[in-house]
């Protein structure tokens, strides 16, 4: 309950900060609002998209968005040099990569908030069909591209090329989310049923068990000096 | 029970090629106040940081309040209160926001922490600026700001490193004054370049030199 009730704290600071900082999730929006009108324009009519086409496209401006929070994340507090205070703290090192990764679902659901309606209209995106079903996926994938981009964060806070560093590996190591979430929303908006998708949602929940037992091992390492 | 606040055992750390610590071997005593010294690179701030848990130790052994700083760290955490060379306040959030958010990262009750916070502002005669943002306060404003952070949760050890840098005369006799009166309650390490103005409150100065313990004196 500690761990849990600790990295709630440290999202909500975070969270705090960034309400303050107003610019930054506007510019993270007005990016997701503009690839999705691009890449309508790109496809021709919205009508013509196909399901795999808007599927995909909805998943690549969700990657690409995500880069953008967490370029931020575990950078800011090393390049201000409040990782040291996170290092004075008495909770577990995972409460502060949960936080982290609270953080970073939190402001991509925001943006989700906006990109969903958007992708009705210029991604050709029918909602109407299993809205729940979809919804569920696009939560999942979005914790697990958290998950998976907090930890790189954290991996390439020390490097002085980070902002180029955390794309280059964010790019394979999200692989394994991006590939089972793009199916099973594809299959979703397909109108196929949970036993159909329900392989690439357990893929996604191994990765998220993967990712979870690696940052067990390697976490409190990586936040030492 | 545990004789010492900081106990270290033949403690060495290595950067790469680079040996900052070589051997320490130190117990301080509860209720030391402990100036530690040293040329730039001498091993001082390295020493402070293995004792307050943020880099582990290449080998040896530190125990701060009979704790472990690499199997208890938690509970060592909770006994200290750390001053580093940079400001560990949240640059978007008010005085009073950081010391919450510590406070809370340190599982103190809300009506424990808002008279503590009142305390720990009041320690660093900083009223005035408790609704100010941190990136507004002045660099010297910043550090008392940081000193209240550091006591917030009571720790037993404090740990201060470089805590006079950039702060004004006035400033600094006000954290002396503070220092004075903790005297016999909590064990202090100090470390900085001058120690002129506080030789009355250090009762123990370590000195380091090339990453071993060159003085070890008992001040009468």
């Known amino acids: 309950m500690g761990i849990i009730l600790d990295s709630f704290n440290i999202a909500y600071r975070d969270i705090l900060i960034e309400s303050r900082r107003a610019y930054e999730i506007v510019s993270t929006i007005f990016f997701a609002v503009s690839a999705v009108i691009l890449i309508s324009v790109a496809w021709g009519t919205p009508i013509s998209i196909t399901i795999e086409e808007g599927t995909a496209s909805l998943w690549?401006?969700?990657?690409?968005?995500?880069?953008?929070?967490?370029?931020?994340?575990?950078?800011?507090?090393?390049?201000?040099?409040?990782?040291?205070?996170?290092?004075?703290?008495?909770?577990?090192?995972?409460?502060?990569?949960?936080?982290?990764?609270?953080?970073?679902?939190?402001?991509?659901?925001?943006?989700?908030?906006?990109?969903?309606?958007?992708?009705?209209?210029?991604?050709?995106?029918?909602?109407?069909?299993?809205?729940?079903?979809?919804?569920?996926?696009?939560?999942?994938?979005?914790?697990?591209?958290?998950?998976?981009?907090?930890?790189?964060?954290?991996?390439?806070?020390?490097?002085?090329?980070?902002?180029?560093?955390?794309?280059?590996?964010?790019?394979?190591?999200?692989?394994p989310v991006f590939v089972p979430a793009m199916l099973s929303t594809e299959k979703v908006l397909n109108g196929l049923n949970y036993v159909d998708y329900s392989g690439e949602l357990r893929l996604l929940a191994a990765f998220f068990v993967l990712v979870l037992i690696i940052s067990i091992f390697a976490f409190e390492t990586i936040l030492e000096e | 029970m545990f004789d010492y606040a900081v106990e270290c055992k033949d403690v060495s750390k290595q950067y790469g090629t680079l040996r900052a610590l070589r051997g320490v071997t130190i117990n301080i005593e509860i209720g030391d106040i402990v100036a530690v010294s040293g040329h730039n690179g001498a091993g001082k701030s390295t020493f402070l940081k293995i004792v307050g848990t943020h880099i582990s130790s290449s080998s040896g052994n530190v125990k701060v309040l009979g704790n472990d700083t690499t199997k208890d760290r938690s509970k060592v955490r909770r006994d200290i209160g750390f001053l580093g060379h940079t400001s560990f306040m949240y640059d978007e959030l008010t005085v009073e926001e950081n010391l919450r958010f510590y406070g809370v990262m340190f599982s103190i009750e809300r009506p424990t922490l808002d008279k503590r916070i009142e305390e720990v502002i009041e320690y660093v005669n900083l009223e005035r600026y408790r609704h100010t943002a941190a990136k507004k306060l002045s660099h010297g404003l910043r550090k008392r700001a940081d000193i209240a952070r550091v006591f917030i949760h009571s720790p037993k050890v404090l740990i201060l490193d470089e805590p006079f840098s950039g702060l004004d005369e006035k400033s600094i006799k006000l954290l002396i004054d503070g220092f004075k009166s903790q005297i016999g309650k909590i064990t202090m390490l100090i470390s900085s370049h001058s120690f002129e103005m506080m030789n009355s409150v250090f009762n123990r100065t370590l000195m380091f030199s090339e990453g071993k313990i060159l003085k070890n004196d008992r001040v009468a």
């Open chain 1, 60 to 175: 690549i401006i969700i990657f690409f968005t995500s880069i953008l929070s967490f370029t931020t994340s575990f950078a800011r507090e090393i390049d201000r040099g409040t990782i040291g205070g996170l290092r004075t703290l008495p909770c577990s090192p995972l409460a502060i990569l949960f936080g982290k990764v609270m953080y970073s679902t939190a402001i991509m659901l925001i943006v989700l908030a906006v990109l969903l309606p958007l992708s009705i209209v210029f991604l050709n995106i029918q909602l109407s069909i299993k809205f729940f079903d979809l919804l569920l996926i696009l939560v999942i994938g979005i914790v697990d591209l958290s998950f998976v981009g907090s930890f790189v964060s954290s991996i390439t806070m020390y490097s002085e090329g980070k902002t180029l560093l955390l794309p280059f590996l964010l790019f394979p190591l999200c692989l």
